[in-house]
C-alpha cells in the first residue's frame, strides 16, 4: 500500500465541529493514510522488535458527544488490542504529527515496566536522542523536551509508572504541522523509521527482551 503525504487539510479536520462531521472527515481524510503507514511499518517494527506486530487504527467507537482531538494507527504484539500493551502509535493532532513509543493506563503491568526502565535509567538518558520528547498523557498534546530532562525527573516519570494507578508514560518525535506537511513520502517514512530504531529498545525492555 503506497503511503501518502500529510497535508494541512488533515490537520484541520480536527477544526470541524461536531462529532459526526469530525468523524466523517476523518474517515475520508486521515484513516486511509493511517490505514497505509500501518501496513507500511507494521514488517519494520515486526523486524525491528522480533515480535509479529499487528495494526489497529482508532475508531473512536464509544465517543457519543466530543468529537476526537487526534487520531492515531497503533502498532502492538497482539492482533486483538494494543491498549493494555506497550506499543507504538504513528498520529495526528491538529497542531503536529506524533510518532510514539506508548504504556498507557490500561497497560496491567506497568510496575513491573516501570522498574525494568529505572534499572536502565543512565543509558536511557544518554541514548534516547536530545530532541525527542516524553509525555505523561496520552489525552493532551503538550510534551516534554528530552534535553530538558535530568536523570532525576526522567527517574520520577518511571517511580510515577509503578505507583500511581493511572500513570502514563510516552516516549518519540513530533513534527510541527508546518513541517509535516513539507515532506514527501519518501521523507516522511525515513523520519518515521528512524524514531522507531530508536524507540525499539524501549520496547524491548517493556516487553522483557
Request: charged residues 25%; neutral net charge.
Amino acid at each position: 500500500m503506497e503511503v501518502t503525504r500529510f497535508t494541512n487539510e488533515d490537520f484541520d479536520v480536527f477544526t470541524i465541529d461536531g462529532l459526526d462531521p469530525r468523524m466523517e472527515a476523518l474517515k475520508m481524510k486521515i484513516r486511509p493514510k493511517l490505514e497505509s503507514l500501518g501496513q507500511y511499518f507494521a514488517p519494520t517494527l515486526t523486524t525491528l522488535t522480533g515480535d509479529e506486530m499487528f495494526v489497529h487504527v482508532a475508531k473512536h467507537a464509544r465517543r457519543t458527544v466530543h468529537p476526537p482531538k487526534d487520531t492515531w494507527v497503533a502498532f502492538a504484539n497482539n492482533p486483538r488490542g494494543y491498549k493494555m500493551l506497550p506499543h507504538f502509535q504513528i498520529g495526528l493532532w491538529e497542531t503536529h504529527l506524533f510518532i510514539w513509543f506508548a504504556v498507557i493506563y490500561e497497560a496491567p503491568h506497568k510496575a513491573e515496566i516501570g522498574k525494568r526502565l529505572s534499572e536502565k535509567l543512565a543509558k536511557i538518558h544518554k541514548d534516547i536522542p536530545k530532541n525527542f520528547v516524553w509525555s505523561m498523557d496520552h489525552t493532551k498534546p503538550e510534551t516534554i523536551q528530552n534535553e530538558t530532562l535530568s536523570k532525576e525527573e526522567l527517574q520520577a516519570m518511571f517511580d510515577r509508572l509503578q505507583t500511581v494507578k493511572k500513570a502514563e508514560l510516552l516516549c518519540g518525535y513530533v513534527i510541527d504541522r508546518n513541517d509535516a506537511i513539507q515532506l514527501n513520502s519518501e521523507q516522511l517514512i525515513s523520519k518515521i523509521q528512524k524514531v522507531f530504531e530508536s524507540l525499539t529498545p524501549l520496547f524491548n525492555l517493556a516487553v522483557k527482551k
